[in-house]
């Protein structure tokens, strides 16, 4: 394989409907998906492959442009903030401070994209914990159980 090839790519949706597509990547997988060649050659798609063409369908279908990046591929702060939802100084911040790794080669900092996938990765499982406790915490307090009461209208 080329270089170029592994090189982030972002496609736009096609202009024409996406239904038979999406209606395919729907149905639950019944043993293995094929891709077919216009000579009739077939070649089994392994689960992976097919995941990403589901989401890329999924995501084309709403519109919305899709994305392909290697995990190699290494980002810009503003590229790393655009793709966590936070802004630049936010994640200069988070760089710093080192939650995520990276490389200064002059002035510009370069992230690699697989380094913010697992931050992204930890981060949403800090949450997540976090949102368990809380729901604990109310448990234990029997605060499911009070209700307010019924606001009156004169």
Known sequence: MMTAELAERT????????DQLVEAVR?????HVELVEAGGQRIV??????EVLRLAVLAMASGQAVTIA???QTLTTQEVADLLGV???????????????FE?????????????????ERRQHQQRSSLDRLVE????ADLY?????PHKTR
């Open 11 to 18: 496609v736009l949706p096609p202009g024409t409907p996406l």
């Open 27 to 31: 149905r639950p997988l019944s043993g």
């Open 45 to 50: 798609l392994p689960d992976e492959v097919f």
């Open 70 to 72: 290697p995990h190699h």
């Open 87 to 101: 802004s630049r100084p936010t994640v200069v911040r988070l760089l710093e401070r080192g939650e995520i790794p």
């Open 104 to 120: 200064q080669p002059g002035r510009h900092r370069r992230v690699l994209l697989r380094d913010v996938l697992l931050y992204q």
């Open 137 to 140: 915490i109310s448990e234990e």
């Open 145 to 149: 159980e009070v209700t307010a009461e």
